[in-house]
Nanobody, 125 residues
Framework: VQLVESGGGLVQVGESLTLSCVVSGFSLEGYAVAWFRQAPGREREAVSCLSSRNHRIWAKDSVKDRFTISRDDAKNTIYLRMNSLKVEDTGVYYC???????????????????WGQGTQVTVSS
């Protein structure tokens, strides 16, 4: 099982990035997917989570109007489109997949057993 994130980088405030996560070793069908992030000195937190079907989304309040999570099960890939980036969005972003319901991704301990290695997003002012 492998999840490989890409698309991170150094950007200016207000710019956009799209993160991708290619999954191998199992099919994403039937799994909820999510993006988490970890800022320096802080715990990892859920950013946005997407249900396995019916396209239901949970997102952290601070990113709701700026970030969009999506998935392409045919490509076994998860995406995170990030617009209007802010300095506080800086961190390492991780993708995840879980059999646990999407709407508890921010509160369920160890929501996923499948994690990527992370991709660094740095937003500079």
């Amino acid at each position: 099982v492998q999840l490989v994130e890409s698309g991170g980088g150094l950007v200016q405030v207000g710019e956009s990035l799209t993160l991708s996560c290619v999954v191998s070793g199992f099919s994403l069908e039937g799994y909820a997917v999510a993006w988490f992030r970890q800022a320096p000195g802080r715990e990892r937190e859920a950013v946005s989570c997407l249900s396995s079907r019916n396209h239901r989304i949970w997102a952290k309040d601070s990113v709701k109007d700026r970030f969009t999570i999506s998935r392409d099960d045919a490509k076994n890939t998860i995406y995170l489109r990030m617009n209007s980036l802010k300095v506080e969005d800086t961190g390492v972003y991780y993708c995840a997949a879980s059999a646990v319901q999407y709407y508890v991704c921010s509160t369920y301990p160890n929501w996923s057993e499948h994690w990527g290695q992370g991709t660094q997003v740095t937003v500079s002012s």
